[in-house]
DNA sequence: CAAATTCCTATTGACATGTTGGGATATATG
DNA sequence: CATATATCCCAACATGTCAATAGGAATTTG
């Protein structure tokens, strides 16, 4: 599985709060009612979309988060890559892993690189915006 | 990751064979050998190859394994389907799994089903003979 | 019979995933 | 100040998958 539920969760996170940012700051506890995903869960998410500066949370009384940008400017490839470390399809196509030794002339290894491009150049086609306008965006591979 | 060492592997057993049928039965020891993997390792993926129809196996003495057809009938896409399982994305785009209840609004569904669709297309481009002609096979992303 | 080789079953260690629990800390309100 | 509301922080756990290894049974050739 290429991407997780960290991933999955954190993009409908992301939505929900651009589609309910004009009540300011949304506790946490109502995006979870909404997705019906554990807040507990959500809360080890959410963590790390905070630490990286993509949400901004505020404890208390009336606290909650909300996003650091406008939704046009999250990529989606950029949140999921956050989430999940790494999109690369195999693991010789991780950045920052040894490189592999029989590389030079391995059969496969191009089309590796191809399938990272694809995936990596799909999934940068796409901004949190373009998941709240549902039927404008065009999901299909054009070039 | 959306693709294990099983369906990379399994890749490269197939290539390795395919550039050596002309040998008739290729001993396992022989492909581990030159592929640099574990003979153990290797029994494990080459089983699920010849339960499939992929593979021919022949028992003692020089014996071994060979394709059951011709490299170009072989698509990379159903050889790694065939070891992974699936190859799907994300959980909620596999076959057979429960059908989501919040499909029907879910503002990433589309997202997912996308970029099923260019993984999908893009492996299924190609066969177990462009993985041999390298130089040959464009493996960029052209409609 | 002996050597080579596929087949079969089981086990192991390491790691990731999904989930839950118990608090500590900060903020707004009355 | 007291209280309710939230985010933060650390830890634990259950489950499952992945990669690899081990030992031997069955089959074929010479």
């Known amino acids: 599985m290429l991407i997780s539920t960290r991933g999955r969760y954190a993009l409908r996170v992301l939505v929900d ?6 009540a300011g700051y949304v506790p946490l506890k109502e995006i979870a009612e909404r997705q019906e995903i554990s807040e507990k869960y959500l809360e080890s998410i959410v963590k790390s979309l905070v630490r990286e500066g993509v949400l901004i949370g505020l404890r208390g009384k009336g606290g909650g988060y909300r996003l650091s940008k406008a939704p046009d400017q999250f990529v989606v490839r950029d949140i999921l890559r956050l989430m999940e470390g ?3 399809p195999v693991a010789c196509m991780e950045q920052g892993s040894a490189p592999c030794p029989r590389a030079v002339d391995c059969r496969t290894r191009p089309l590796w690189q191809g399938l990272d491009t694809v995936i990596d150049e799909y999934l940068g086609r796409f901004t949190i915006e373009d998941l709240m306008n549902k039927g404008d965006a065009a999901y299909d591979y054009v070039i």
């Not at 709060?17 to 004009?22: D, V």
């Open 17 to 22: 709060m651009a589609e309910h940012q004009s």
């Open 86 to 88: 790494t999109l690369a």
